[in-house]
């Protein structure tokens, strides 16, 4: 009697032993399943993206002659010469100052307009959010041309047209200034401020601004004390965006401000291509998303931080 019952449980032991053994692995089954489904993308990221930038970097602190080439050794030559040649740093502190003109510009007519489309119903709301993404579906290339074809120059229709009609005694000055670049850059970028506002503004219920208009609140106040503070983290969102845009674009800088009017962008491009300094060029790249990384970021945190304060 003894020895079945010493073997009753022992089997019982075993088959709690077993049954634990089986719920541990099932727990851990679905821990491991998003690592090994990601897996495959987290190598192509790493591909395309990792090993590009790392090479980049590795290559900036290499050195380069016009007859040597290319030299595989560690120095410090092109992040000095950065740093402490003035015309570098007028690139850069032009490259932030347009971005910042595009971002405020921006800011000052794109949250307007998303104002107004959310307060359209259809099927105006649909039109007319047509016509803002509209620039989106067209090549940045294609758009840039554009503003190039109508005020470029003796030649841009506009200024033909204007100084054929007596308006202007000369062209009005776009191609090869800033001036243009920021026209044509907030061409570009305003779509997606208006689409970072309008999405906050699809969370403010329209019945607040009715109550406070029904407590005897004006228009402006309205707007002031309701609709703005709700729509600000949209702005600034948007703001993130389209400065992060703004600096890193190449295409409308290279067209309209050519080689006159040079960016950070630019600069890193015929540093690549046009006197094959490819080492200093890369030390270029890399300062210019090192300062975007940090900007954004930093400008990220400090919305979450000030917003997570007013709202949580």
């Keep these: 009697m003894f020895d079945v019952g010493e073997g009753v449980t022992e089997s019982s032991g075993s088959g709690t032993s077993w049954s634990a053994r089986d719920a541990d692995r099932e727990v851990r089954a679905p821990i491991r399943t998003p690592y090994l489904l990601s897996l495959p993308a987290l190598l192509l990221f790493a591909a395309v993206v990792i090993v590009p930038l790392a090479m980049t970097v590795l290559l900036s602190f290499h050195d380069w002659g016009q007859y040597k080439g290319i030299e595989p050794v560690f120095i410090l030559k092109n ?15 032009r490259t932030f100052r347009i971005a910042l003109a595009v971002t405020v510009l921006s800011a000052l007519f ?34 840039t041309l554009g503003w190039a074809l109508l005020f470029g120059g003796n030649s841009g229709l506009v200024n033909k047209a204007l100084v054929s009609l007596g308006l202007i005694s000369s062209p009005l ?15 570009v970028l305003m779509p ?52 992060a845009l703004a600096a890193s674009a190449f295409a409308t800088p290279a067209i309209i401000g050519g080689r006159r009017l040079k960016v950070a962008s630019t600069l ?45």
């Design 173 to 187: 000055p776009f191609m090869f200034t800033e001036t243009g670049v920021i026209v044509a850059l907030m061409h």
């Design 79 to 93: 992040w000095r010469e950065v740093f402490t040649d003035s015309y570098f740093g007028e690139m850069f502190w």
């Design 268 to 312: 890193a491009y015929d540093e690549f291509l046009n006197t094959l300094n490819w080492p200093l060029g890369a030390a270029v790249a890399v300062l210019l998303l090192l300062a975007l990384v940090l900007i954004v970021a930093g400008s990220s945190r400090l919305v979450e931080r000030r917003y997570a304060q007013v709202f949580g």
């Design 192 to 243: 997606y401020m208006v689409l970072a506002v309008w999405a906050a503004l699809q969370r403010l219920d329209p019945q607040v601004e009715n109550a406070a208009v029904a407590l005897g609140a004006g228009p402006f106040t309205v707007l002031r004390r309701i609709v703005l503070p709700q729509v600000m983290p949209g702005i600034l969102s948007g703001a993130i965006i389209v400065f």
């Design 110 to 143: 794109g949250a307007p307009e998303a104002y107004i489309l959310n307060r359209m119903r259809s099927p105006w709301r649909g039109l007319f959010l047509l016509v803002i993404l509209g620039p989106l579906l067209i090549s940045v290339v294609a758009r």
